[in-house]
């Protein structure tokens, strides 16, 4: 039996800090025997993190990732780096308490909705989840 996707919702998933990717698979889990359609749109600001997921979600058609801190501006923005080794928890907000101000790299940010609006077209028209 062939299903008609046409009627078939979409679901945009939007992770904002990815660090390596976990709540995309924990996601990707939770739905798969629901009967919809989903896009993922992952954003992560740290270089390195940003490879990392890119290249671990790179067989998944469905699946964007950008190299890019959602913040109140559009333009660059300092990334505060967390202070364990493992870069989980950097931040724009520098009042963060596990972040060392002195160690930061510049960023491209971007506002989320102008994101959306230039990006998602369907987004009045889906479920959108915000992570």
Do not use: C
Request: proline share 2%; glycine share 4%.
């Amino acid at each position: 039996m062939e299903i008609n996707m046409s009627n078939v919702p979409t679901v945009n998933y939007f992770d904002l800090g990815l660090h390596k990717g976990e709540e995309i698979n924990m996601f990707l889990d939770a739905v798969k025997d629901i009967n919809i359609k989903v896009k993922v749109y992952g954003f992560e600001a740290h270089q390195d993190l940003y490879e990392y997921v890119k290249k671990r979600y790179s067989n998944y058609p469905n699946i964007y990732i950008y190299n890019k801190a959602i913040s109140n501006i559009n333009g660059l923005s300092k990334l505060y780096i967390a202070e364990s080794n493992k870069m989980e928890g950097n931040s724009i907000f520098s009042t963060k308490n596990n972040v060392d101000i002195k160690n930061f790299l510049e960023v491209e940010s971007i506002l989320m909705s102008d994101w959306i609006l230039q990006n998602i077209k369907n987004f009045k028209t889906s479920i959108n989840i915000l992570r």
